[in-house]
């Protein structure tokens, strides 16, 4: 599975963002989509994922901020940030799971300024 994200960028505190990771390649064998990021200095978290059923979770910190979504058609997984904070700053990766392995993206810059 290969995965490319895009839609980072720098944006005020209070703004908003919608990262885009399109999937190609085994994308049959893909259960779980979800959206990590990792700030600097610090280890990489699960922000939000999906599953195939369309099933959601979201990690305390960006709860009724931010917003995953999925376009099966498009093979593409999108993460709407609003509210943006300064502490939001970090590298958003993209990842795919199979159950048995989990492929990453290269990582977009999100850069939130107070």
């Known amino acids: 599975v290969q995965l490319v994200e895009s839609g980072g960028g720098l944006v005020q505190a209070g703004g908003s963002l919608r990262l885009s990771c399109a999937a190609s390649?085994?994308?049959?064998?893909?259960?779980?989509r979800a959206w990590y990021r990792q700030a600097p200095g610090k280890q990489r978290e699960l922000v939000a994922s999906i599953t195939n059923g369309g099933s959601t979770f979201y990690a305390g910190f960006v709860k009724g901020r931010f917003t995953i979504s999925r376009d099966a058609a498009k093979n593409t997984v999108y993460l709407q940030m609003n509210s943006l904070k300064p502490e939001d700053t970090g590298v958003y990766y993209c990842s795919a799971s199979t159950g048995l392995s989990q492929s990453w993206g290269q990582g977009t810059q999100v850069t939130v300024s107070s």
């Open positions: 390649g085994s994308i049959f064998s893909i259960n779980v």
